[in-house]
Every structure is written in C-alpha cells, then in structure tokens.
C-alpha cells in the first residue's frame, strides 16, 4: 500500500471534474491539483510552449513526492513529447476508451484547437466505430471563457457561435475531449438537445487506478486534499469547494523555471 497523493494537472480548473470523480470513487486516496490559471488557455498555444508549462507542473508534482501523476487535460495529454511520461513514478493522460454507444451513427468531438489538430480523437473514433459520420469542433475561446467564470448566457452564445461557423448540425454522440467542457454540460445540452455526451474523466481516473492496483500502491486512508493554482486562487476556490467542501485548502503558487 501507499498512503502519498496522487498529482492532477491541468491548465486551469477543467481538471477539478477529473478530480471530483477520484474523490467521489476512491475517498481513500489523497489529492495534490495544480492548476496553470496563469497561463491558461493552453488550447491555442504551441506544443513547444505545451511541453514547457507542463514540464513545471509535473516538476513541481513530484517536489510534493506523489505516487502517480494525471494530466485532467486533454490538450496537454496529446500535446507532450512521450518522454514527458518517462519518470519514475505512473503519469496517466487523459483516456481515448471510448464506450460502446448504442446509437452512434453520427459523432462530434469538441475540443480546443491544439487537440482538434492532432485528430487523435477522430482517428481513434474511426477505429471502433468505422461507420459513424465524423465532426471536429474547434472551440476557441469556450475553455478560457469557462476559465474566467462567464455567465451561463455568455458561455451558450459562445458556443452557438463556435457551432454555427462550423455549420455542424446536432449529431447523436458528443465527445467532450477537453475537461473545462463538462463544468457546462448543461449549455451544451441545451442547445443540442438530443445528443449523448461522453466525459473520459471516470475512464481516465479507472485507468490511473488500475495502475496503483498492479503496483499495489493504492491508499489505505485518506490524508489531505491540496490545491495550487498559479493565479486566482480565489476564484478557483469556490468551484474546489463546491465539488469537495470546505475544508480542503487551495493556495496560490508561483512555478519555477
């Protein structure tokens, strides 16, 4: 057993949904989450520029002596070098096991630009589902906006813009391949009513689990949950809260060279 936290990474507080489901499925197990609030958003920023601000922040993860590292963000899960993942300890991305949908005729993943243009998602939803008809929607601007806590009509007008440019029509599944997007399931349930979406934060967290499983490095009670962010803590504060109460402790933090 191993009773040291597991790290979170994200550019922002789009990982907290991959954290709250951690908490919620494995309450034994500790958390330490950064969060690059400084430097967000990722998803329109070079893979050069990637790797270097997420290089910090599994730095600075590992000076906190955690047991398994998860990136909660997809753009810098598909973005690094895969030598980003050679360290001593498990480092676990974001997850491309996509469920078995029974309606999947029809698919759009929505996703920032950086990872729209990888086409990871696309290519690994061609491989299961062959038949699907296929949509890439770059939504620039929607992490940031969600990031900066715009109101519920600024994020839908956004969106519908986002939507509209692409000229994409409502398909049967959703695939939110950016973790900020389900903290506004909602907006995009509104305006795509009959859609299915599918966020990998239960998979991914089931991954990095199975992982600690083998090595037998899971936690046998609960410690302390730890969140950092690089700027505005105080507003990060209140969605940390509201996904883990109000005791946990969220700080500032200024990461290093």
């Not at 994020?155 to 986002?162: D, F, R, V, Y």
């Amino acid at each position: 057993m191993d009773n040291r936290p597991i790290g979170i990474m994200d550019s922002g507080v789009g990982g907290l949904t991959v954290a709250r489901v951690l908490r919620q499925k494995y309450p034994e197990e500790s958390i330490i989450f950064i969060g690059d609030t400084a430097n967000n958003p990722y998803g329109e920023r070079t893979s050069h520029e990637i790797n270097v601000l997420a290089g910090k922040m599994k730095k600075f993860l590992i000076s906190k002596n955690v047991k398994m590292i998860i990136i909660a963000c997809n753009t810098i899960t598909f973005n690094v070098q895969k030598n980003f993942y050679d360290e001593k300890i498990p480092i676990e991305g974001m997850s491309l096991d996509l469920p078995h949908f029974e309606n999947a005729g029809s698919i759009t993943v929505f996703a920032t630009p950086a990872t729209i243009n990888l086409h990871i998602h696309k290519n690994k939803i061609k491989e299961k589902f062959p038949n699907s008809k296929i949509e890439e929607m770059p939504c620039e601007g929607l992490a940031h906006a969600i990031e900066e806590n715009n109101s519920r009509e600024k994020i839908t007008e956004i969106l519908k813009k986002i939507i509209e440019k692409r000229k994409i029509s409502p398909t049967d599944i959703g695939i939110f391949a950016c973790t900020h997007y389900p903290l506004v399931e909602d907006v995009f349930k509104k305006i795509w009513n009959k859609t299915e979406f599918w966020d990998p934060a239960e998979s991914t967290v089931e991954n990095s689990m199975k992982k600690l499983k083998k090595e037998n490095k899971k936690s046998e009670s609960y410690t302390e949950d730890l969140f950092y962010f690089t700027e505005n803590a105080e507003r990060a504060e209140i969605l940390v809260k509201k996904f883990f109460g109000n005791k946990v402790s969220v700080k500032n933090i200024k990461l290093g060279c």
